[in-house]
């Protein structure tokens, strides 16, 4: 057997590849994959990539239920897929890469491939780049709930387009992080697509949806962005401290220093004020979290703090991708905090009267019902002698 690392099919899959399910057809191919889906060539190729995280099987699972249909399409299509070992490793697509692995979806573009990951990444990077692209897009699931929407780089009106073909809920993403995405954003709009949690029917019907749009449509308009959409920004990545021991629940004890809040990810993609509980600590501990924004600078002092034994957000921010598994967190992060919303259409003139979020707390307190009481740490703003975001606070007690 070849022990190339990447395997090409240049004529789309044979049929009885393409009959097996999705574990049995990984087992055929047993690394990653690159296939060419022949058209007529009347339009420009378009890329779709699956699996970069071996545990995210919507992608794979939304390709094959349109590929078995076996339609020509105007344009080549090409699909990668991804980290096949790990989805492999059982039960079958429970880990985004293994432990002798790197991260399928931060090697790429990194140049002088030493192992058999990077190479095949710059391979399938290198067939990509002869194969005149009109569009990428990469297929992924979360591992907390977020609904479904779509990552770019840039605000072209052809990347909008390309990106509100999926969803029109769209990140802004600046953290250079060597993904395929960013690896690609020269070449071709490239845009990743997040499609919930894997396994649910819900992501697996989005899914199949959006790719038969994407392969339906015309080549994407470059002179205007055609479709109304909602754009989150100014990403900054918030991580556990790698000494520090947590749990999502329970209890607090000598086991860990950090218990998170179980229903975090409850808040993505909405915004949360300042004061709200992210989770709880020791006695006199210091901040459990780091985050870096785009620069790789730290922000942590400007977004995080403890007040008595409560982890809070001391600035208001809409928190994204937030996971609920120690796996996840560790092998990533605990969630990426969003510092820029886009205007709502119908805005109205700033009131005069409610300069910040303390003038405003029936308004934010009205607008998050759910966190009302429990989540969140009441400020005093008529305390004159107080200052500095902690002497405000009014901690409840712990759950
Ligand atoms: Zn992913």
Redesign the pocket.
């Known amino acids: 057997m070849s022990n190339e690392p990447l395997l090409r099919f240049d004529d789309g899959l044979p049929d009885e590849l393409l009959a097996l399910d999705e574990l049995d057809l990984l087992r055929a191919l047993g690394r990653p994959t690159l296939v060419r889906w022949p058209g007529t060539g009347e339009a420009r190729a378009r890329a779709v990539a699956t699996l970069?995280?071996g545990d995210?099987s919507t992608g794979l699972e939304a390709m094959l239920r349109v590929l078995r249909r076996r339609r020509v399409y105007p344009f080549d299509l090409y699909h990668v897929i991804g980290n096949v070992r790990a989805a492999l490793e059982p039960p079958g697509f429970a880990y985004r890469y293994l432990d002798d692995q790197e991260d399928f979806?931060r090697i790429w573009g990194l140049g002088d491939p030493t192992t058999a990951q990077r190479l095949a990444a710059d391979a399938i990077l290198a067939e990509l780049r002869t194969a005149d692209l009109e569009s990428l897009v990469d297929v992924?699931?979360n591992t907390g709930d977020n609904p479904f929407y779509a990552i770019v780089t840039l605000e072209t009106p052809e990347v909008l387009n390309l990106a509100t073909l999926f969803t029109t809920t769209l990140l802004r993403w600046d953290l250079e992080l060597h993904t395929l995405m960013e690896a690609t954003h020269d070449l071709c709009p490239s845009i990743a697509v997040e499609c919930g949690l894997p396994g649910r029917p819900e992501s697996r019907a989005f899914a199949i949806d959006a790719l038969r749009r994407y392969f339906g449509s015309e080549p994407l308009a470059t002179n205007q962005v055609v479709r109304d959409h909602d754009l989150l920004g100014g990403m900054q990545k918030v991580m556990v401290r790698p000494e520090v021991r947590f749990r999502f629940g329970g209890e607090l004890d000598d086991t860990v220093d950090l218990v998170l809040d179980a229903d975090l990810d409850a808040h993505n993609f909405r915004e949360v004020p300042a004061g709200m509980v992210l989770g709880w600590v020791h006695p006199g501990a210091a901040v459990p979290l780091h985050a870096i924004d785009a620069d790789g600078t730290d922000v942590t002092d400007g977004h995080f703090e403890v007040v008595g034994q409560h982890l809070v957000i001391t600035a208001s921010g809409t928190p994204v991708m937030m996971t609920r598994t120690v796996e996840a967190t560790r092998k990533d992060c605990l969630f990426y905090l969003a510092t820029e919303r886009p205007a709502p259409m119908d805005a109205e003139p700033p009131d005069p009267g409610a300069e910040d979020w303390q003038d405003a707390s029936p308004r934010t307190g009205g607008a998050l019902g759910a966190l009302d009481g429990t989540g969140v740490l009441d400020a005093d703003p008529t305390d004159p002698h107080q200052d500095g975001f902690s002497a405000r606070l009014q901690p409840r007690p712990l759950r």
């Open positions: 970069l995280h995210e979806n992924h699931n």
